[in-house]
């Protein structure tokens, strides 16, 4: 897609760290990574979000980002990993291109120390949980 930062990275118009590629699929060190090794897993396929990627797509770049999480934890130390992955502006998507950061992660390393937690209303999630298997 014109415009789009991944596509012209895809394409070979701007460099990167490829640490991986096949077919339909392409990683790359983060270039202002959470913590050293922290990489993006994408699809070629230029798809904005994960709602927007098909079945079969999105089974491709899992199966790679379960390899690359394997060699990221191997070559880091990590002691741990997160798979995070952000749809739209308000979800923090910064690129509108699908992509999966895989973020090493140490017990030391003091990041995403707390998780901002809400509480439901009585009925409240009776009432989201019908909503939300209606349209499943």
């Given amino acids: 897609m014109e415009g789009c930062i991944f596509c012209s990275i895809i394409k070979g118009k701007i460099p990167c760290a490829k640490i991986y590629e096949d077919g339909e699929v392409i990683a790359l060190l983060d270039i202002n990574p959470v913590n050293k090794g922290h990489a993006l897993v ?7 979000t994960l709602t927007d990627a098909s079945d079969e797509l999105l089974a491709k770049v899992m199966s790679a980002a379960k390899k690359i999480a394997f060699a990221i934890v ?33 017990e030391r390393d003091k990041r995403f120390e707390s998780w901002p937690h809400e ?3 009585k009925g409240e ?12």
């Fill in 42 to 48: 994408l699809p070629k396929e230029h798809v904005h």
């Fill in 74 to 106: 191997r070559t880091t130390g990590a002691e741990g990993f997160n798979i995070l992955q952000n749809n739209h502006k308000a979800a923090g998507q910064m690129v509108p291109h699908l992509h999966f950061h895989i973020i090493p992660r140490f």
């Fill in 119 to 121: 509480s439901y209303a």
């Fill in 125 to 136: 999630a009776d009432r989201i949980k019908e909503g939300i298997v209606k349209f499943l």
